[in-house]
């Protein structure tokens, strides 16, 4: 038994701040309990007594004779500490704190909170909120919020850090086909957070979704290995509030300005295997879908329609969205001859024509999910004269296939009643064909995607400054030999000795971006053109060898001391950030993490030989992304780094600029 | 009074192929009509006589008294020619011909239709179809379609070229906030095309928005005409389907590989002042808020809301989709103070917070709206446990204030009826707010898009490709100076005319892209390097000025004999194809169309100085672009061009390869 039960499956719950005014909360909640149909016992606590909607009132916890499981408290939040103490010494185990006036408003509340969690922490009481909506648990009929509903029965679980979208969620249970099992209002997250809600739900048989709206995520040690562990087990899907005012702070490289800490979340969330959504709409329809399917081969959609005009839309979307059109095998077109009209095309998309029945359907059906070259079924219906809608609703509902069948029913009243028998069976209609393209998307990357978050040995070096040929040397990145020199004459003794021609430019760690402040001079052919370089720039100097490079490619790093560390690949130079056609991860990076995120750039597709170009080795470019990643890992100081350009000359990678920024 | 009249607002129908098997379309058609509840004179004809559905059935169409003003026809394809010419006959001007077998089957259907047309031209006859669902007008209850019910009376018309989703949309209209007017079925559009159709729509009173779906548009000089002229007058959204299949043809330049026959006929519109819509979902959503709203005077958005989450999520789509949220003057924030809780935010977006009710949104609407810094409010709703839903429904419906007003009621069943009460009021309603938000970026689109597309003066000139240098000039269009040579001697003497350092390329026609091919060699600095490229260089060569460019830009024209020329503008080089940083317009492109296509493109971020460099004159470079509009133009014979790259030196732009594709 989990030590979250006595939150989630209490069988006696005592409300701290009962009220018999039923504009409070203190009221709504009782009534919410009672109305929702709890069976266990329930203990108002109002230091007047009395009576409450038929309920006795205890003046004090200390009055009731049993401990209960859960405790709720709803006073305003100055007393909230003198209950919480009163709960601890009962022996209570379990706390919602639904008062707000913490860490949300000022200094003095976040100084209350941090009493409040390390209360319930010394007491080992398990503590959600405080400045919550509450909580509730659909299978056992538990509404201990304030939320005015019980939302419909279902499988989907759901976290969020916005009580208004834990009441529109309710409501849309009762029309959507989406019911829900348990739902959680995060509230400001003083004990409990993502990691441990999520760990109980993955663990929980009544949970078959997990959907959250999070606007910030307690990115810990924990919630990186309940989500490694277990995020393939039940698609999790997350919608993040705020994404747009998730900006760059104020950069200090270039990886720091193309790196918004979104931006890092949301790599460190699809590598941990959790699916984003885009909005509102999107987290709906996602829970949808995986009520219905949580497992799919492969992207090859075959589409069976009664009209060209939807299955048309279905092809752009497929198209825009990254999903393929499965070719039809030979056997499989032929059958689909035998059975279906001389005018139905039998190629996919199989149009089975605007007077077809429940049989056409039923016939199309069966035999395009037996084609070994689909992985799933979209089923377009447009209302037309002759359609038989509700038969074929029937025909999908009973369908029992190999793979995925989704299907959009085009049009609105006429056809509530077709949607209600299919998803009575457990499938998914849509309304139109974008939506079920994009569920499938959905379901794709569930399918698909492997977590690749992997461990981080602990960073145990400090960088030194000093030494960046001998740190990039040990950690096998290849790099154009410098010489630091301070006067002329050491400059030109270092130029004769690397040999012409050469490239100068500052050592003066304030000047981050060389070429705008002209402290580079590239292509240095004589001592004279040394000289007059190394007078206009910015002293200490550096000397180096000039590398013809024929692509000028970007790597970078910055570590987000929440998340971990992402590391950038891409288009370099000095329009690096313009273009920002650059992969994301989060280290540790593997070689096939590096060869994956090669290939999602332009700069990937390029040095592949795109246009007729020579192709590069790819596994030594992989290498180096590789090598940068532990470089970046092995140094505690170092907070961000840029390597711009990194050049490929005609057959290699150099590291000919690089950036270090030290914390 | 229109010559479309007589098809759109007929007195009197002749039903050819009239049938009394409720199985066939001739049953269906004239069951629509009567249940529709057509006022005027049915004449259902069928050589067999009789009565169907209780009306007399003509044995031929010469035996009805007077001339009806439409005829209908259902008879099979083969059939269709000899009725037409009765109709003809009969002196008939308007005809709807619903049978297929046309050019949609094969070439002996394609010469039926031309017959058709042809005949139907001749006796100035209005013909829609053949091969479509048939007509609706809703507002004088004509369903002369085999579409099952009329749609819900209202004010957008459809143009569609697939019956199903005709269907679908009826359908749509009894449960969305849409109706519908006039719906054509197009067909295979023999005579009466887009052009005409969106022409009477424009005029008629009744039609205030008009969406089509496309799958191929015919593009003709009255379409650009018609566009031109009317469509800021009134909304048109149309959705092109098979975008995904329009792909670019066998490329014979960098511009042809660029350029699809959609993006060419998507910039058209554009330019011709049409919303193109994304998805069937998109085009009901911009069909909704066109009904509500046409204008609004920017793109600054307030929102007034009752809770954090959707309000958030709001602001996430604003910034998502290029939309600002509004800055609320002082004034408005210390008018919101006094009405407002004190906990509320009195900053966009204003949160009235949970409890709100009917009242402190009537305040905050009324307060925001007032704001000259605002262009629009989204007023956000989720029910909460004292929501007061239908109250602040009626808020908004009664609402009359100067800014459109669009509110998103986030969450189902309990919101249905407040929604209805909005809608009634001719307001939008969406269950999301990224709906919300999407549907006021269609009204700021139509809003603020100005119509640019210019008349093109026709083409006269033949292009002579041994002038190419002469005919830069000519259109002022900036290059390296060229020398064609054949003997080494003749490559020596231009080299020296011209002045190292050099380059030489071929002038091989049959060489296109010249850096894969080793074509061309850089930076020749001496005679003996000149000998040697020559030799290895296919005969003739062309000798030029080496030019140490800056920047490399792409500028590229490809005609389409259907729409039109498109010129397209950004990133050049040899991966032009793979960055795809461009612009496009079609031409003519005035300086100010040119100066937008620059500041759309990353390449033009770095022309005006980004990252620290250099800005360039950019009315110089808009000039090159009008320039190599009025270049393409002029002449008949050029089917495509890249100038490839343009160079940008440290001042200036320069030509330095241009490559000319002949018809």
Known sequence: MSKLDALIKPQSIALIGASENPDKIGFQILNNLIEGGFGGQLYPVNPKGGEILGQKVYTSVKEIAEVPDLAVIVIPGTFVIAAAKEVAEKGIKALIVISAGFAEIDEKGAALQIELADLCRENDISLLGPNCLGFLN???????????????LGKVSLLSQSGAIISSMID??????IGFSKIFSLGNKALLTEAELLEYLYNDPETTVIIGYIENLIVSDSLTEVLTKYSKTKPTILLFGGKSSFGAVAARSHTGSVVSSYLTIKTYLEQAGVILANNLEELLLFAQIFSSYQKIEGDRIAIVTNAGGPSIAAVDALSEIGLKLAVLSDETQSELKKVLKPEASVKNPVDILGDADETGYQAAISIVDKDPNTDGILVLLTPQSSTKISETAEVIAKFEGQKPIISSFVGGEILIGAKKIIETAEKSCFSFPEEAIDAMRGLVDFSTRKVCLGENAPATELYDTDKL?????????PSVQYITAETLEETIAAGNKIGFPLVLKTANPNIVHKTESSAVTL?????AALTEAYEKTPKPVIVGKMVKGKHEIFLGVKKDAGVGTIIAFGTGGIYAEIYKDLAYRITPVTTEMAVEMIHETKMGEILSGARGQKAYELDKLAEIIVNMSKFADNYKNISEIDFNPLIADAENFYVVDARIILD
């Open 523 to 527: 292509n240095i052919n004589t001592e």
């Open 469 to 477: 040929d001998e740190s990039l040397e040990k950690f096998n990145l």
């Open 138 to 152: 659909a299978n056992d009929k538990i509404n201990a919020s304030f939320a005015k509903n019980m939302p419909k």
């Open 172 to 177: 849309w249970s009762k029309s959507a086909p």
